[in-house]
């Protein structure tokens, strides 16, 4: 039973995590924990499989998709680079 616990545990940790990041003092936080947070909240509802609900399926393809578009920011940056 605790093992079924884990992903919705998971889930409430990095939104808490993402709460914080996007708050007044967000811009104080390494870059990289931003999209991580989200990429992590995405992957812990997906585990929750047919018992997460539409509202957190909605949010973790929103946060897949804001972490999709921070990696490919920081992909356009290093080819920029290299050139």
């Known amino acids: 039973l605790q093992e079924l ?3 919705l545990d998971a889930e409430k940790d990095y939104a808490k995590a ?7 003092d967000g811009n ?3 870059p ?4 991580a ?13 047919s018992s997460a609900t539409p509202t ?3 949010q973790a ?6 972490y999709f ?3 490919s920011r920081i992909d356009a940056d290093d080819e920029d680079d290299q050139e």
Do not use: F, M, T
């Not at 993402?18 to 007044?24: K, R, V, W």
């Not at 947070?37 to 499989?49: D, P």
């Open 56 to 58: 957190q399926a909605l």
């Open 18 to 24: 993402i709460e914080y990041l996007d708050g007044p």
């Open 69 to 71: 578009n921070y990696i």
């Open 37 to 49: 947070s989200r990429l992590g909240r995405a992957r812990a509802v997906r585990s929750l499989g």
């Open 5 to 7: 616990r884990q992903p």
């Open 28 to 30: 104080k936080a390494d």
């Open 61 to 66: 393809a929103n946060d897949y998709e804001i």
């Open 32 to 35: 990289e924990e931003r999209p």
